[in-house]
């Protein structure tokens, strides 16, 4: 069956442009999650949504991170004013909803700031 | 406040050797932990999971994990490495239910030939 899709795979942006990162999570997966890869460090948390609402923002790194989910389904992370530091791979997961459930992860996008 | 430590960044073993690869958690509460593996330009994947059943967990591709509650550890091993396991390993921890899922800072294994 279909994992969860995200898209553009790449992105190269000049600072300063906003970005949007789409996220397509498994069908009937009710919890979505993002998080931040930068090199060399960990997954960094940034937001989860509990069908459209978002429990726990505490994650988001600054005023210029938003997201949202429509319909239970799809997810997308806004960057606003994009810095060089935002640069980093960005990786969607999807789950069943529990927190104890396996998270399935899309292949992330890979966003780069000139 | 909870966190997991992945005690090793790079763990370079040669093919056929075992391989272990350490976590540490921190928590008041009984844990759910997993290990996830990611190969490269590629999103996580899901090796192995506890959550307060048999302490010894068994993962795909010959993987598997201990819980002991008393070292606060749940280490990665696996009897014979193979050149297909270079890759990055993440430990994780959730601890509450509607909490967020702490991630280890990963650790590369590298297989030797």
């Known amino acids: 069956g279909a994992g969860v899709s995200q898209s553009p795979s790449n992105k190269v942006t000049e600072k300063g442009k906003d970005v949007e990162l789409r996220c397509d999570p498994i069908s009937g997966h009710t919890a979505l999650y993002w998080y931040r890869q930068s090199l060399g460090q960990g997954l960094e948390f940034l937001i989860y949504?509990?069908?459209?609402?978002?429990?726990?923002k505490s994650g988001l790194p600054s005023d210029r991170f938003s997201a949202e989910r429509t319909g239970g389904s799809v997810s997308t992370l806004t960057i606003q004013r994009t810095q060089q530091e935002d640069s980093a791979v960005y990786l969607c997961a999807s789950s069943l909803g529990d927190i104890n459930q396996p998270q399935h992860f899309g292949d992330g996008t890979r966003l780069s700031i000139l | 406040a909870q966190s997991v430590t992945q005690l090793d960044s790079h763990v370079s073993v040669s093919e056929g050797t075992p391989v272990l690869l350490r976590c540490n958690y921190s928590?008041?509460?009984?844990?759910?932990l997993f290990w996830y593996v990611q190969h490269p330009n590629k999103g996580l994947q899901l090796l192995l999971k506890?959550?307060?059943?048999?302490?010894l967990v068994k993962g795909i591709n010959g993987f598997e994990a201990e819980f002991k509650k008393s070292e606060t550890s749940f280490h990665l091993t696996k009897p014979s490495a193979h050149m297909s396991d270079a890759a990055e390993y993440f430990c994780?921890?959730?601890?509450?239910?509607?909490?967020?899922?702490?991630f280890g800072k990963g650790t590369r294994l590298h297989i030797l030939p």
């Open positions: 949504f509990q069908g459209n609402s978002a429990p726990d």
């Open positions: 506890y959550t307060s059943a048999a302490t």
């Open positions: 928590s008041s509460y009984s844990p759910s």
């Open positions: 994780a921890s959730s601890m509450n239910r509607d909490d967020k899922i702490i």
